[in-house]
């Protein structure tokens, strides 16, 4: 669910982030992603084989990935939209903020 223009009509207000319209969506991939690691950390305590255990490590990375992914799309589509709106600096400047989150992900 994305925040719309008409959600803003109606409440008088703008969410402060654009994940925010989906914070307990995100929270609940969180909880979900925190119990595979804690599966993980068991997996490991009880001498799991090393291939299962990696197996459980990428599905962790890719979920993990799959929350990065949605943030990024929702900073692009509200805080990087709203800040080119008010002014091409204030854009600019989300702009290269969004990017260095990219890097920092690829790295």
Not at 1 to 25: F, I, L, Q, R
Not at 78 to 95: F, Q, R
Request: aromatic share 4%.
């Amino acid at each position: 669910m994305n925040h719309t223009v008409e959600d803003t009509a109606v409440s008088g207000t703008a969410p402060p982030y654009g994940y925010t319209a989906d914070k307990e969506a995100y929270l609940r991939r969180l909880k979900r992603i925190e119990g595979q690691v804690r599966g993980i950390a068991r997996m490991v305590s009880e001498d799991s084989y090393c291939i299962d255990i990696l197996t459980q490590v990428a599905a962790v990375n890719k979920a993990l990935h799959a929350v990065s992914i949605g943030l990024l799309e929702e900073h692009i589509g509200h805080c990087v939209v709203s800040a080119a709106a008010e002014s091409s600096e204030a854009g600019d400047a989300k702009v290269k903020e969004a990017s260095d989150a990219i890097a920092r992900l690829l790295r």
